[in-house]
Each structure stands twice: as C-alpha cells, then as structure tokens.
C-alpha cells in the first residue's frame, strides 16, 4: 500500500506499508504544517484489482514549543565606571534536557553581544556601561524545541570613589 499527499499533481508518495490482514499502517513525523490531501493506493495483487482510496483532509498542526524561563543576574550592582560587569542568562525549561541556543544581552542603547548557552548559561562580560541606570536584557531567542523567553534588570553605574 501506498500512502501520497494529493494536495499537488502529480501525487507525492508518503511511503508505503505492507498490507496483513486487510489493513496497511503508515506512520511519519516529517510531515509539513497545514491542511493536505491524502490517498492511499493498492497496487494490487493476482487476486485482488488495484484500487485507490477517497480523499482525507489531513491538517497538521504546528508542534508546541516548551515554554522556557528566563533569569539574569549581574556580578557587580551597582558598578563603577570602567568596572568589568558580567551578566549572566540563565535558561530554564518546564521540562527535559537543558535549551540550547543563544541569548542576545542588550541594553536600552542597542546590543552588548550575542552568546551560545552552555550548560543553560549564558554570560557576556562589559567594562562600556553607561553612567547611570540602564535597563540590561537577556533575550533567548527558543529553537524549534524551546520557546523564546527574557529577562530584564536594573544595572546601575554610579560615580564615586573607587
């Protein structure tokens, strides 16, 4: 037995399964978001006549991302100027193994850097913060396993002794 996506002609074959019993099961988990026609088709036998089933509407929906979490805490707060201050993402998700991915760090005039999870953990290390209070994000960006989360703090860079 042959099972084909009908949506576009010429059919495009699924795959095929062996038919016991009067029934044929095909199982696939690389089939495309959406709505689709599906046929299966009988190739048949010395005693049994080929045939092709009716049409089925097959929709395919898109697969859940885990929802993800995510936490961000500076080394040095407040900080003085020319400080090296390291923060550090750290991504955690409702279940299963560790997100992998990159967590872009930015503050409220652009981006500080981009940087690859490890363990879960992101870090990025500046000595360039402004004077003053800067709102500091961590945004990972998910993967098709994880969903997108981030996280915002209040860096402070205060004048002063050192």
């Known amino acids: 037995m042959e099972f084909l996506d009908a ?3 010429p059919s495009v074959s699924l795959g095929t399964a062996a038919v016991e019993g009067g029934t044929a099961a095909f199982s696939t988990s ?11 088709r009988y190739l048949g ?8 089933s009716p ?6 929906a ?7 979490e995510t936490d961000l805490v500076s080394s040095k707060n407040p900080a003085q100027p ?7 993402a750290t991504v955690t998700a409702s279940s299963g193994a560790a997100p992998t991915g990159f967590v872009t760090f930015s503050d409220g005039a652009g981006v ?17 913060l402004v004077l003053g209070t800067s709102q500091i ?10 969903a997108p989360s981030s996280a915002t703090i209040s860096q402070e860079v205060q004048s002063g002794p050192p």
């Open 7 to 9: 949506t576009i002609q």
């Open 30 to 40: 690389a089939l495309p978001n959406g709505r689709r026609q599906r046929i299966a």
């Open 45 to 52: 036998s010395s005693n049994y006549a080929p045939s092709t």
């Open 55 to 60: 049409v089925v509407t097959q929709t395919v």
């Open 62 to 68: 898109p697969r859940l991302r885990q929802a993800t």
């Open 82 to 88: 020319d400080d090296a201050v390291t923060f550090t």
């Open 112 to 128: 500080l850097g981009r940087q690859a999870l490890r363990d879960a953990q992101a870090t990025l290390t500046t000595d360039q």
């Open 137 to 146: 994000r961590a945004a990972y960006s998910g993967n098709t396993t994880y």
